[in-house]
């Protein structure tokens, strides 16, 4: 089973600053994915990426294949960008997903 | 854009009643997953089809949870007798494995469980 761990667990941040989440896994995978998760609703995904980086809007996604990890960044950070973020890896033969527990970011007026 | 459409949003029940749960993916999507979300948790995977038929359920509670997807397309997911640790956020999610390049998972809204 892939391990996924991320950090920190939760971030306050002033808007305007550039956010950073790190996501680590375990187990080599095919494609890592980005999920955004606003208070009591659903969850959107935000990226799935295999190598590289990824960018749509503000939001920014990197990883690193042989260090097994993988970072979100925002940049200009803004209020409406509070939610929980989580990453999410496949084990490995069967794609199933383990999640990380998940980053919660407050951003500030 | 196309969506997963889940019903009910919100479901209170007593334990020991039942409770079902329904999900229509994106059109095309041959996969579909059912997870349950603790509060404060990631999510936990119940359940998963390739078109009707069940890849994973090895973390279903086989006595009191079902799921089915009988046509290949909508699903349903079933709890009876409901219990007070039932209480979750049940998220339905679909995707495209055939196709990589659409290869992105979908959620739907979700439909958030609270047993009395």
């Known amino acids: 089973k892939n391990e996924v761990e991320q950090s920190p667990q939760n971030l306050t941040a002033q808007e305007g600053e550039f956010i950073t989440i790190n996501c680590s896994y375990s187990v080599g995978i095919s494609a890592l994915h980005w999920l955004q998760q606003h208070p009591g609703g659903g969850i959107v995904s935000l990226f799935m990426l295999s190598s590289g980086k990824k960018k749509h809007g503000r939001l920014i996604a990197t990883i690193n294949i042989q260090e097994k990890h993988s970072s979100l960044h925002i940049t200009a950070s803004h209020p409406r960008d509070s939610a929980v973020y989580i990453c999410?890896?496949?084990?490995?033969?069967?794609?199933?997903?383990?999640f990380g527990t998940g980053t919660r970011l407050t951003i500030i007026p | 854009e196309a969506e997963v459409a889940q019903s009910p949003r919100y479901k209170i029940t007593e334990k020991s009643q039942a409770v079902a749960f329904w999900c229509d993916p994106i059109?095309?999507?041959?996969?579909l997953y059912w997870y349950r979300q603790i509060l404060g948790q990631g999510p936990e995977l119940l359940v998963q089809?390739?078109?009707?038929?069940?890849?994973?359920d090895s973390q279903l509670p086989k006595d009191r949870f079902s799921a089915e997807r009988l046509k290949g397309v909508d699903s349903t997911l079933k709890i009876q007798p409901a219990e007070l640790g039932d209480s979750a956020m049940y998220l339905c999610?679909?995707?495209?494995?055939?196709?990589?390049?659409?290869?992105?998972?979908?959620f739907g809204a979700g439909s958030r469980l609270t047993v009395l």
């Open positions: 999410a890896a496949p084990n490995f033969g069967n794609e199933k997903l383990t």
């Open positions: 089809f390739q078109d009707e038929s069940v890849v994973d």
């Open positions: 059109s095309g999507h041959a996969t």
């Open positions: 999610a679909s995707s495209q494995p055939r196709d990589p390049g659409a290869n992105v998972l979908t």
